[in-house]
């Protein structure tokens, strides 16, 4: 054999042995969010909430073994840069990137956390039937009932709050001030908050709690007051009254940030939950 032929048979060995090699993922990348994975076992994704980023979950990660978390950053919030979640709607296309995730990681219907605006988008990924169990973190269906409204009364003041807080150099530093305050939010984009507020003060998922078919979890916060804790569970069991066999668990003496404020009942309420996974 001569040596062109040799060179040739080589060169066909050298690709075929290539082509033969299993295809690597590419990693994922999004304008939306950005994922980042601790521990190993089962799959577990944690949503953090309006202007809040993945360190919300520092206590629970720390606390709780055996699970491979995925925590999502919502683009534009704590010191994200915004990108494409600098204009337009954010939750629903929020909610259809982490989708896509979960399919990009290859995750078979994994349980799914999310605190506040963070509830919403796992709701939204139990309604694509993406999620084995919910757990949805002191968040109410429509998101203008957290604060005693409804999405059709809502709707309008958060148009004109989004255009303060944007719009005006006293609405932008009167945001800025209250984001500093908010433990994790230092560094949001008010356009991105802006955008986010107003897609939650128009939601309205109560309606299609009957499709959820994953078993689901609430967790609520509940102050000291017995009369304002009452009115505060009634409040939640009206509103998921249309999910069938949800199990509504209150924590308190706590604030809307339930897993700082009571984090050794979050974490066994969390273990509790993810045990039956």
Known sequence: MNRRKMMRGGLALFAGSLLARPAVAAPFASRRIAV?????????????GLASGPGLWNGVIGAISGYR???????????????????????????????????????RRPAV????????????????????RLMVVDMLPEGAAMIGGTASGMG???????????????????????LAEM???????PDVIANALRDLANVDLGPQLPRLTAPMEVVYAVGADAAQAGAITRTFRAAYAPKRDVRLLPI?????????????????ALSNFLKAV
């Open 113 to 132: 956390i999310g605190h506040s605006m963070g509830g919403t988008l796992a709701m939204l990924l139990g309604l694509k039937g993406l999620a084995s």
């Open 252 to 268: 308190g003496p706590s604030g809307h940030m339930v897993m700082a404020d009571q984090p050794a009942r979050f974490n066994a």
């Open 36 to 48: 980042t994975t601790r521990g190993a076992g089962r799959d577990v994704v944690l949503i953090a």
């Open 69 to 107: 978390w995925h925590l999502v950053h919502v683009r534009g919030f704590a010191g994200l840069a915004a990108d494409a979640n600098a204009s337009g709607p954010v939750v629903q296309p929020v909610a259809d990137e982490i989708a896509r995730y979960i399919g990009a990681a290859g995750l």
């Open 156 to 178: 309008f003041l958060a148009d004109q709050l989004g255009d303060y807080f944007t719009g005006t150099r006293a609405g932008r530093a009167y945001l800025a001030q209250i």
């Open 183 to 189: 433990p994790g939010a230092r560094g949001s984009d």
